[in-house]
């Protein structure tokens, strides 16, 4: 009986042990969370970039360290109709911001079925800022547009 209340006892002291080292750890810690919409269009196309993450700074042997990590989603949208895309078979489209880049190099056996095209990811790094520009380029069949896209949520 008395082993079982020893047992108890340390199991309940690593517990508590453990919950105050992740408190004192989480005092040293500043999490930034971002969640941030571009929008924009062209004469053919239009275009949302959402991006939602988020950045880690935290202290580790008297040293400042960062961790961050993001999740994009990337909206294509031709504005005219689906048969003015019959004769395409390649589209080409990229996302440039100031931390990388994403896109896509599509091509077509027969025509697109549909007009809103899709792509997304995850990564670790640089998270992208809520005051950049979103640099967008679109090419599909002998044609290309460039644009810009902003934050939705600035004037």
Do not use: C
């Not at 105050?20 to 239009?46: C, L, P, Q």
């Not at 790094?125 to 547009?145: H, L």
């Amino acid at each position: 009986m008395n082993r079982n209340k020893l047992i108890i006892g340390i199991v309940g002291l690593v517990i508590l042990l453990i919950a105050t080292t992740s408190v004192m750890r989480s005092e040293n810690r500043e999490v930034i969370e971002h969640d941030y919409t571009f929008a924009g269009e062209s004469e053919n196309w239009k275009a949302e970039y959402h991006v939602e993450g988020e950045q880690v700074f935290y202290e580790e042997n008297d040293t400042l360290r960062g961790d961050s990590e993001s999740e994009t989603d990337i909206i294509l949208a031709y504005k005219g109709e689906l048969s003015e895309l019959s004769s395409v078979r390649k589209l080409k489209y990229k996302f440039e911001t100031s931390s990388g880049s994403m896109g896509s190099n599509r091509t077509f056996d027969k025509a697109p079925e549909k007009k809103v095209f899709r792509h997304g990811g995850a990564s670790s790094g640089v998270t992208s800022s809520e005051n950049q520009e979103v640099k967008v380029s679109v090419q599909w069949g002998e044609e290309t547009e460039e644009f810009t896209l902003k934050n939705k949520e600035q004037p």
